[in-house]
């Protein structure tokens, strides 16, 4: 059984660059999310998927961010036109709607760099 | 909304003695709760959950917390404390019905020394 996987895990671009990240759920899992992470700050909500449907995004989300599920399975995060205040470590994380204490499990993060 | 408070950024503490790791919550709903550790460089993993029943909750590694209703608290403690427990801790709260948000706190950093 394997666990929530991300990639790739470390990224470095230069500024105005475009980058995207792809989640891989556990894979009976029907809900996926994006959350974003800061050093010294918790895990903050940027936006979620059940199963192809993408039914919340958060106002931290600009315009520059896209996400897609387009089967319902992996997702992909697309950071457009990337600023330095873009680095961050972006988390995957997947639950199952049956759960009903929708315990989210998180893949290893994608950690980025904007310079 | 929900919110959580980790009332303490770093704790640090000898090896082999007690640890409590505060958690403070507010909801105007009811909840489910729970912990995560972070070790460097990785995500985030499941350290104990409250959903309903005992207030007591046990989870892996010898952790265990209590909830509190009347407090809105959900603290974290280990009875003895190990070299390798040195990692972030987070609270994390997400509403019982028709929740699908979790929302984290700060989190609390574990230093545990020789």
């Known amino acids: 059984d394997t666990g929530v996987s991300q990639d790739p895990r470390h990224k470095i671009t230069k500024r105005g660059q475009n980058v995207t990240f792809r989640c891989d759920p556990i894979s009976e899992h029907n809900r996926l999310y994006w959350y974003r992470q800061t050093l010294g700050q918790g895990p903050e909500f940027l936006t979620y998927?059940?199963?192809?449907?993408?039914?919340?995004k958060s106002r931290l989300l600009s315009d520059r961010f896209s996400a897609e599920r387009p089967k319902g399975s992996f997702s992909t995060l697309e950071i457009q036109r990337t600023e330095q205040g873009d680095s961050a470590m972006y988390l995957c994380?997947?639950?199952?709607?049956?759960?009903?204490?929708?315990?989210?499990?998180f893949g290893e993060g994608s950690w980025l760099t904007v310079v | 909304a929900q919110s959580v408070t980790q009332l303490d950024s770093q704790v640090p503490v000898f090896e082999e003695a007690p640890v409590e790791l505060r958690c403070n919550y507010s909801?105007?709903?009811?909840?489910?709760l729970f912990w995560y550790v972070q070790y460097p460089n990785q995500g985030l993993q499941l350290l104990l959950k409250y959903l309903s029943g005992s207030t007591l909750v046990k989870g892996i590694n010898g952790f265990e917390a209590e909830f509190n209703k009347s407090q809105t608290s959900f603290h974290l403690r280990k009875p003895s404390v190990h070299i390798s427990d040195t990692a972030e801790y987070f609270c994390a709260v997400i509403r019982n019905t028709g929740g699908f948000k979790t929302i984290f706190g700060a989190g609390t950093r574990l230093f545990v020394k020789a």
């Open positions: 909801s105007s709903v009811s909840v489910y």
């Open positions: 994380a997947s639950s199952l709607v049956a759960d009903s204490g929708n315990t989210i499990y």
């Open positions: 998927f059940q199963n192809e449907a993408q039914l919340e």
